[in-house]
């Protein structure tokens, strides 16, 4: 397997972490985004999108980090990424694509350009819009999980899921950007409880080869 990512993409970075929580190998080839690498022909060949990560496996290159994800819990299914119910499925899911979703897409590096670039947003201004929408979405996800006997040592009982692979690298986002963070006291107890599994250490930006 290829696994075309940034370090500093949290949609990569989630793919890393199942990868790691799967003990799967496979070949780190960085994609820069802030050099623009993405639109090089080569890439947009591989991936008509432009965007990262893209997980090559067998011949065939995917897209989009949770589409990635559920293929490795379907060819790799040990240890599992989702609940064996589907109501446990269903909440795993929903969490994931209340960051990856409703979070994310406000606040991802192209956004960001466009707001600075294309629509003359400040620096300060642009933090604002970041954290605005970090914690809007961060307070709709703390409350699912406070409200709910189904959160356990992490997003859904005591073993990391889907949910788990996409919150943390949200949260490594919110912290780069100062993000204030005690508002969320549950949330910020899962991503603790997940930073200390190895698959999630060394996952972590720091730790890609392409970390500058």
């Known amino acids: 397997m290829e696994l075309y990512n940034y370090f500093r993409s949290s949609a990569s970075f989630r793919v890393r972490i ?3 929580l799967k003990g799967l190998a496979y070949d780190y080839k960085p994609v820069h ?25 067998g011949g065939h290159a995917l897209g989009q980090s949770l589409a990635i994800i559920e293929y490795l819990d379907e060819t790799h299914p040990q240890p599992p990424l989702l609940p064996t119910d589907a109501i446990g499925r269903a909440r795993v ?33 642009k933090n604002a819009w970041y954290r605005h929408w970090v914690a809007i979405g961060l307070d709709s996800i703390e409350r699912q999980l406070a409200g709910d ?12 899921t889907l949910a788990d692979c996409v919150l943390v690298p949200q949260i490594f986002n919110a ?15 899962v991503f603790d409880a997940c930073m200390q599994l190895p698959a999630f250490i060394d996952s972590q930006p720091s730790r890609c080869p392409d970390a500058a």
């Open 33 to 57: 985004l802030v050099h623009a690498e993405q639109l090089a022909p080569a890439y947009a060949k591989l991936s008509p999108t432009r965007l990262v990560p893209t997980l090559v496996d």
């Open 93 to 125: 899911r929903a969490l994931a694509q209340g960051v990856a979703c409703e979070i994310h897409p406000l606040n991802n590096l192209r956004v960001l350009r466009y707001l600075v670039h294309d629509m003359g947003v400040g620096e300060e201004a």
């Open 18 to 20: 199942a990868l790691a």
């Open 175 to 189: 912290q780069r950007f100062d993000c204030p963070l005690d508002a969320v006291p549950t949330v910020m107890r």
């Open 149 to 160: 006997a189904a959160t356990g040592r992490y997003c859904h009982g005591d073993t990391p």
